[in-house]
T-cell receptor
Framework: GAVVSQHPSWVICKSGTSVKIECRSLDFQATTMFWYRQFPKQSLMLMATSNEGSKATYEQGVEKDKFLINHASLTLSTLTVTSAHPEDSSFYIC???????????FGPGTRLTVT | AQKVTQAQTEISVVEKEDVTLDCVYETRDTTYYLFWYKQPPSGELVFLIRRNSFDEQNEISGRYSWNFQKSTSSFNFTITASQVVDSAVYFCALSEGNQAGTALIFGKGTTLSVSS
């Protein structure tokens, strides 16, 4: 159990367009989901914390109007990169915290390339 | 402020050598959790271990072992008899507070290359 999926696994989009990334907990309910970003050969940096039914909490320096996060249900959180630019090209990883349990589980990641 | 330092950026070893990956952390909390993850070229994070601040007992799992020392704020990871399949980026991470499900603060990672 405790599987987290992300869709798509990779995406290429043109500069100026928007792209949505989904993070799903497949076999458990997740009250909290986290979104991380990883640039090539760098570490994972927390972008935001998403709680079901409430607004996401963004880390300092992350533009909330550019990275829209929606956690509409206990099994789904989405990250929408609006008006994407080449500098947004990165590996985006989500993790989900299992309801009632303190562990969190990572998704496989989504590689975004903006041309 | 909380921080995780992995001073070794890259390590190269030959198969069957033992290798230790260092991790030093900073936190003001008395309750915290430490983690190690492996990230192979596919990118997916593989959970290796979680330790809470009250459990300083060292752990061994097969070829892997971990040495947690609060006195030096270190949580080092040793791979014994390394194999080519161990080649990956390894991240040490910290989670503060009394809930392991809070966001993780990652170190910069150590790239391990094991050659045959």
């Amino acid at each position: 159990g405790a599987v987290v999926s992300q869709h798509p696994s990779w995406v290429i989009c043109k500069s100026g367009t928007s792209v949505k990334i989904e993070c799903r907990s497949l076999d458990f309910q997740a009250t909290t989901m986290f979104w991380y970003r990883q640039f090539p050969k760098q570490s994972l940096m927390l972008m935001a914390t998403s709680n079901e039914g409430s607004k996401a909490t963004y880390e300092q320096g992350v533009e909330k109007d550019k990275f829209l996060i929606n956690h509409a249900s206990l099994t789904l959180s989405t990250l929408t990169v609006t008006s994407a630019h080449p500098e947004d090209s990165s590996f985006y990883i989500c993790s989900a915290r299992k309801q009632g349990v303190y562990e969190q589980y990572f998704g496989p990641g989504t590689r975004l390339t903006v041309t | 402020a909380q921080k995780v330092t992995q001073a070794q950026t890259e390590i190269s070893v030959v198969e069957k050598e033992d290798v230790t990956l260092d991790c030093v952390y900073e936190t003001r909390d008395t309750t915290y959790y430490l983690f190690w993850y492996k990230q192979p070229p596919s990118g997916e994070l593989v959970f290796l271990i979680r330790r809470n601040s009250f459990d300083e007992q060292n752990e061994i799992s097969g070829r892997y072992s971990w040495n947690f020392q609060k006195s030096t704020s270190s949580f080092n990871f040793t791979i014994t008899a390394s194999q080519v399949v161990d080649s990956a980026v390894y991240f040490c991470a910290l989670s503060e507070g009394n809930q392991a499900g809070t966001a993780l603060i990652f170190g910069k990672g150590t790239t391990l290359s094991v050659s045959s």
